[in-house]
C-alpha cells in the first residue's frame, strides 16, 4: 500500500504544494534517533495559546530559532524559554532531506533556521490556522510526517473556506510555498494505534525559513 504510493511520486496538491510519498521512508529510522537527541536537551512541552488554553500537541525545537507561545503571543525565540539555553542545534540529515524535498517542488534554494517539533498522542489535534509569524511568506515550509498515520485539514485562504481532508502516512513529505504558503490548515484528533517505530505517537517536523 505504502509503497503503491511512494511509486506514484510527487504529486501535485495545489499551485506551489507537493506531496513527496514516502520521500522521508528510508531515513525514518535516523530521523526519530535525532528526535530523541533534541527532545532529550529540549524537552517536549504543551505550551499556551496567547488565549490561555493548553495545546493539546507537545512542541519542541531545533535549528537557530524555535516557534514558541504563551500569554504573550506567538514568536520565534533563539532561546528556549524553558531552560534559557539554545534550541539544539538542526541534525544535518534532516536539513539535507528538507533541501531535497524543496528542490524537488522547485524551491532550489531552502535555507531553513527553524524546524517545529510536533507530537500527537491518540485524540490530539491542531485546530485551523495560518502560519504567519515567518519573515517573508515567499518561502516554503517543509513538513516531514512520521509514525501513526493523521488526516491533514487543507482549506483556503479564507477561514471560511471549506477544508480538503489529506491523509498524511510514515515518511510522507510536503512542500508548502507560493500561493499555497497562507492556507488555513490543521489535524483532525490523532486516531488510537501503534507503529512500529514510535508506538502510539505521530511525530511531525516542520522546517522553515523564519528569520
Ligand atoms: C500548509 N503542523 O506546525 S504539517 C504547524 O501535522 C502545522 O503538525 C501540522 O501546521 C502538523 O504549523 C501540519 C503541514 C503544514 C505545515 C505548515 C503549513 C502545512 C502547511 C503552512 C502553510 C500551509
Ligand atoms: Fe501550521
Redesign the pocket.
Known sequence: MTQALFDLGPTMLGPGAVLLPGFALDDAPALLAEVEAITAQAPLRQMLTPGGQTMS?AMSNCGALGWVSDRRGYRYDPLDPDSGRPWPAMPPLLLRLAQAAAREAGFADFQPDAC?V?RYRPGDR?SL?Q?RNERDFGRP?V?V?LGLP?V?L?GGLRRADRPRRLP?AHGDV?V?GGP????Y???LPLAEGSHPLTGAERI?L?LRRAG
Not at 499555497?180 to 492556507?183: C, D, G, K, P, W
Request: hydrophobic letters at 55%; charged letters at 10%; glycine letters at 4%.
Open positions: 500537541v517545529l510536533n491542531l490556522h502560519d515550509i513538513s510526517s493523521a491533514f487543507w498524511l510536503v508548502w499555497s504558503r497562507l492556507v490548515h490543521g489535524v511531525n516542520t
